[in-house]
Each structure stands twice: as C-alpha cells, then as structure tokens.
C-alpha cells in the first residue's frame, strides 16, 4: 500500500513539471506517444524482459530509439534498465531517467536561471522555465 501512495505522489509531481513545460511552450500539447507495448514480467528474470523489449524494437526497427519502462515500484524497471544496458553497451550512449531525475533537474535548470538572471529576492516565473531560455 506504501509503494503505491509514494507512486501516486510522483506521478503528482511528475504531472505538476509536465503540465508546467506544456504551459510554457516547452513541450507541444498535441504530442502523441507510440502506442506502449506491454510485458508481462511476473517470473521472469531482468534478463528474460530485456530480450523481449530488445526482440520487439530489433522486429520495429523504424521506431524510435527510445525505450520508455513504466511501472510501480519494486516491478524490476531498474534491475531491466541495468541489463538493457549491459546488452547494448557500445551501441552508442544510453541514458536513463526516472520521474525523480526529471523533477530535479527542473529544479536544477529554474535555479541555475535564476543564479544567472535574478537578484536574490524575486524569481520571475514569467521569464524563467520558457522553451527559449538557455542556462
């Protein structure tokens, strides 16, 4: 019951940054994702999902190059990103983000901003977080 309340409140924040990026232009309200392809993973190892996600891109080659693993807590998603990249390693660079990295570096990117362009009473949120703005 525990995983599953910390789930929701990341998906509250995580919603809160996204809806933040539509609003201010830096992502595009009409964007549609890839239908999602589902795996099973119950009894099976890290190894076992990640060949069948790699299986399912080697056959839909024209897709994307980018795996996106949803899931809650505890349901392997890292243990499976860890052995995805031990079976593509050299196969160009592989960077991984969990709702927690996309938080923080929006905060990360909102103060380095604000260290650049704010004295140190006022932070504009109407000229900070913009598609335009460059750190």
Not at 10 to 21: M, P, T, W
């Amino acid at each position: 019951m525990q995983i599953r309340q910390r789930d929701k409140k990341d998906s509250e924040k995580l919603q809160k940054c996204i809806d933040l990026a539509l609003e201010k232009g830096v992502l595009i309200n009409d964007f549609v994702s890839e239908p999602y392809i589902k795996v099973d993973v119950l009894g099976k190892s890290a190894e076992d999902v990640a060949n069948e996600i790699l299986d399912h891109v080697a056959k839909n080659s024209q897709l994307s190059e980018v795996i996106v693993l949803i899931g809650l807590s505890g349901t392997g998603k890292g243990t499976t990103v860890a052995m995805l990249r031990k079976k593509v390693e050299g196969g160009g660079p592989i960077v991984t983000w969990s709702n927690g990295d996309i938080v923080r570096s929006l905060t990360l990117l909102a103060a380095t901003w604000c260290e650049h362009n704010c004295d140190t009473k006022h932070f504009d949120i109407n000229k900070a977080l913009t598609k335009s703005v460059r750190v």
